[in-house]
């Protein structure tokens, strides 16, 4: 395949790929960039760290450059990258969570990359936006530990109740006799709220179902 078909490939990818040199400066960067308000032209010759979160910018050299060790790759490291500023003060507001792959590029026409005489040449690699997903994550903790919470305030009615098989009282763990709603009530996060059924409602009201 020619140089520019694999670059039509490129533009065309959703992820951002980039290239960048031994001091972690943009040789090359996706169309998709744009996805961040960059124009690739812009950023290409900066630091990959000018578009990193602030709070990320230390993990920057080791996420995106320092793939100096054989051609060792690395998967799945997140990292926040932010919007290009367009007013928007809040970072939370600006910015994406990404997922790199990365990988350092060695020049080993001469030498065996093991030996002192290696030379780095460059760091590529692919960013993937995970925001969504990562948003999503977040909602499912928090709804488990909201429900663990719930579960903690909720008390269970278990084991054999001694029930009055004329009145319906509840007998408890102290002897006492208690109303079915009070004990209910007592032992539980239960409400009451009072209706009646047609059965009984026929019996109590025998002229409204004549």
Not at 59 to 70: A, C, L, S, T, Y
Not at 71 to 92: A, C, F, P, T, W
Not at 135 to 140: D, F, G, K, N, Q
Request: hydrophobic residues 30%; glycine residues 4%.
């Amino acid at each position: 395949m020619s140089q520019d078909h694999y670059r039509s490939l490129v533009d065309l990818s959703p992820d951002i790929i980039y290239r960048l040199d031994r001091d972690g400066r943009i040789l090359f960067i996706s169309n998709a960039v744009r996805q961040l308000g960059y124009d690739p032209e812009e950023l290409t010759g900066k630091p990959f760290e000018n578009i990193v979160h602030p709070e990320d910018r230390r993990k920057g050299p080791v996420h995106f450059v320092e793939r100096r060790v054989g051609s060792r790759s690395m998967r799945r490291l997140e990292m926040r990258l932010v919007k290009k500023n367009k007013g928007v003060q809040d970072y939370s507001l600006a910015q994406v969570t990404v997922e790199v792959t990365a990988r350092g590029k060695w020049d080993v026409s001469d030498h065996d990359i093991s030996t002192p005489r290696k030379r780095f040449l460059y760091s590529q690699g692919v960013a993937r936006d995970v925001t969504e997903r990562k948003r999503m994550e977040e909602e499912r903790e928090k709804l488990i530990v909201e429900l663990k919470e719930a579960l903690l305030r909720v008390r269970t009615l278990s084991g054999l109740l001694p029930i009055c098989s004329s009145c319906k009282k509840i007998r408890d763990d102290e002897g006492r006799w208690q109303p079915l709603e009070d004990y209910i009530r007592d032992h539980s996060e239960a409400e009451f709220t009072h209706t009646i059924c047609p059965e009984c409602a026929k019996k109590t009201y025998p002229n409204y179902f004549k």
